[in-house]
């Protein structure tokens, strides 16, 4: 590079050589997802911490593979939560956390486990996040809080929150009121939050990763695509059920009391005909009964059971391991990612 140039020149390739090194480093750092240093993990894929699916075998198998795998603990006794996080210290030594519904009706013996035990990350959602998110940061755990709207968005950063999860109608299982898709919502929470945010529902790709990142996330959560896995703790019938599905089959009902996207059956039948003919609270609350999603999703009931999916279910045609889902989906984001690259306007 040097030769036969005057010592005057040399300086200046010497200069310029070392400014484009720092330019490099610079993109480099900025390349790489807020995610993945929040999280400590190599890939920004969140494995959604969803109930009766997530337990410790999927949690772990996700972190092993370069993803931050969460314990659903929202159908869990307290001592059924403590027995999965062990398992899960065993089964990994990477990062993993724990999805923690706040209107569980042990939500203090749930934190109080999760103190106990180091867990360091925590999800919470369907609830306040004023209400704990400080005492979980007093002990040095990182916390994220889902949402589905912009308002909630913004209490949540100011409630604390290391990041946030936008969550987007086409997911399975609760659902926003508002019914905003995620191609919708994350550009509007992006502009709005000044803290890393995460984007859920509808994702079941490296294109669709890809897509979340344009429209500024930070890192994915994946819920759906993790069902269908060998280590989801959900019930075999339920995992036929979901590559069987199609465009079309879930749809979100009970707006009265708790929004939820579900696959259509003879329970979801039920339902939106109780709603058609303008069902009381009270009447849905009977129809509703007790233990409907443990029933459907890890009981196999496909006509009598709640069968929480999201819209991308359709899309799903196999039953895999965890570790090659992330290896999928990371081959295609990069791919996804160099055809951009190559388009010409």
Known sequence: MFLNKSPLKQKIDIILAGFIIKIIQQNQTLMKPAVCDLFKIKYPIVQAG??????????????????????GSGSMYPEVLREHIQKCKQATSKPFGVNVPLLYPNIEEHIEIIIEEGVKIVFTSAGNPKTWTQQLKQHGITVVHVVSNVKFALKCQEAGVDAIVAEGFEAGGHNGREETTTLVLLPMVKKAIQIPLIAAGGIGSGASMAAAFALGADGV????????????????????????SNEGDTQLTLKQLTPVRLIKNKFFKEIDDAEKRGASNEELQQLLGRARAKKGMFEGDLEEGELEIGQVSGAIKQIKPAAVVIEELMKDFKETLESVKQIEL
Do not use: D, P, R, Y
């Open 221 to 244: 959560q994946i819920g759906s695509l993790f069902v269908a896995t060998q280590e989801s703790s959900a019930h075999q019938n339920f995992k036929e059920a979901i590559i069987k």
């Open 50 to 71: 969803m109930i009766w699916c997530s337990g410790w075998e999927l949690a772990s198998a996700v972190s092993n593979a370069g993803g931050l795998g969460l314990i």
